[in-house]
């Protein structure tokens, strides 16, 4: 299984970016998200998504600016990041799990992208 993440990039705060994420080989990931994290920080969760069905779930600090959404077709994930703000500025990591339960638990995803940085400056 792997996860290629596309996106990401330098921009000014209040800019918008999208990252995607497709899932390849045998996936048999239900949920699918993204992490971040930043120097010096531990990665959290921002949002995800199942394959199955119902609402993505979102981080508080993100709610109202990010959007995430799903192609199952092209098993692709979106996340329509608008808004951006400096804080916002991570390694962003696409990852999936095998469970159709959404969590927030890092340990909880077994396949992992290699990340993609964005960046914000102020």
Do not use: H
């Not at 990340?115 to 102020?122: A, I, K, N």
């Amino acid at each position: 299984v792997q996860l290629g993440e596309r996106g990401g990039g330098l921009v000014p705060a209040g800019a918008s970016l999208r990252l995607s994420c497709t899932i390849s080989g045998r996936p048999d990931s239900q949920t699918m998200g993204w992490f971040r994290q930043a120097p010096g920080k531990e990665r959290e969760f921002v949002a995800a998504i199942s394959w199955i069905g119902g609402s993505p779930s979102y981080t508080e600090s993100v709610k109202d600016r990010f959007t995430l959404s799903r192609d199952n077709a092209k098993k692709t994930i979106y996340l329509q990041m608008n808004g951006l703000k400096p804080e916002d500025t991570a390694v962003y990591y696409c990852a999936a799990r095998p469970d159709r339960a959404i969590v927030t638990y890092a340990a909880d995803y077994i396949y992992w992208g290699r990340g993609t940085q964005v960046t914000v400056s102020s």
